[in-house]
């Protein structure tokens, strides 16, 4: 995203303009530290020990940042699996390719048991003869935890963007709910998830008209 800075917002000499972020910058990082040690139930005298201990307010604040960001990452990471699992899954409901399969599936990380394992797919892995034949080796049910793993390898190239990627699904729901060659009930089901808004907004972009990576 690219900030550009209003003049109107940076009026005053650099030394003040320098100042004023100081100020912000230090009130930030107080701010944090408060924050924290509410939400840990310290009292006033507990609280210069707490700040000693954990290396001091700049510390503090800068430790509470990466967590913060880590957890936001994890989060993205998450919701992006989930999107492009949801588009898997509606190519294989729309898939013509249908074949029968009568061996058995290997479990996999079938020591962690219940919903939170139920995976979505069963990953095939065949042997390449020549032309259009193959041979089956085995399929697996991979359970969800190695399964993220792999739609997050297959889905490498898709959009970062939950917004996009999102959008680009619901293009996809459209497409089926006009498909007549899909069942009606299908139809009929796109439509209905179509009537409902995005859940991801677009980024907002901040427009000024000099950059911030201009100044000295």
């Not at 919701?79 to 074949?99: A, P, V, W």
């Not at 009929?188 to 950059?211: G, N, S």
């Given at each position: 995203?690219?900030?550009?800075?209003?003049?109107?917002?940076?009026?005053?000499?650099?030394?003040?303009?320098?100042?004023?972020?100081?100020?912000?910058?230090?009130?930030?990082?107080?701010?944090?530290?408060?924050?924290?040690?509410?939400?840990?139930?310290?009292?006033?005298?507990?609280?210069?020990?707490?700040?000693?201990?954990?290396?001091?307010?700049?510390?503090?604040?800068?430790?509470?940042?990466?967590?913060?960001?880590?957890?936001?990452?994890?989060?993205?990471?998450?919701?992006?699996?989930?999107?492009?699992?949801?588009?898997?899954?509606?190519?294989?409901?729309?898939?013509?390719?249908?074949?029968?399969?009568?061996?058995?599936?290997?479990?996999?990380?079938?020591?962690?048991?219940?919903?939170?394992?139920?995976?979505?797919?069963?990953?095939?892995?065949?042997?390449?003869?020549?032309?259009?034949?193959?041979?089956?080796?085995?399929?697996?049910?991979?359970?969800?935890?190695?399964?993220?793993?792999?739609?997050?390898?297959?889905?490498?190239?898709?959009?970062?963007?939950l917004h996009v990627l999102e959008r680009g699904?619901?293009?996809?729901?459209?497409?089926?709910?006009?498909?007549?060659?899909?069942?009606?009930?299908?139809?009929?089901?796109?439509?209905?998830?179509?009537?409902?808004?995005?859940?991801?907004?677009?980024?907002?972009?901040?427009?000024?008209?000099?950059?911030?990576?201009?100044?000295?």
């Open positions: 995203m690219k900030i550009i800075k209003n003049p109107l917002f940076w009026s005053g000499t650099k030394n003040q303009v320098s100042s004023v972020r100081g100020d912000k910058t230090a009130a930030s990082r107080y701010s944090k530290v408060l924050s924290v040690a509410r939400a840990e139930n310290l009292s006033p005298e507990e609280l210069p020990a707490y700040i000693a201990r954990r290396g001091g307010v700049a510390q503090i604040h800068d430790t509470e940042v990466k967590q913060l960001a880590k957890k936001t990452g994890d989060q993205h990471s998450k919701e992006r699996i989930d999107l492009i699992r949801e588009y898997f899954n509606l190519l294989g409901i729309t898939s013509k390719m249908d074949f029968k399969f009568d061996g058995s599936v290997l479990i996999h990380n079938d020591e962690k048991t219940g919903a939170a394992e139920t995976s979505s797919f069963c990953v095939f892995i065949a042997h390449y003869v020549g032309d259009n034949d193959y041979k089956m080796i085995s399929a697996n049910d991979l359970g969800k935890t190695y399964e993220d793993n792999l739609i997050r390898y297959l889905g490498k190239a898709m959009p970062n963007d699904i619901r293009n996809f729901k459209r497409k089926i709910s006009m498909d007549e060659s899909q069942p009606k009930s299908l139809q009929d089901a796109m439509k209905r998830v179509l009537e409902k808004p995005m859940k991801y907004k677009e980024d907002a972009i901040i427009e000024m008209e000099t950059p911030i990576d201009e100044e000295k």
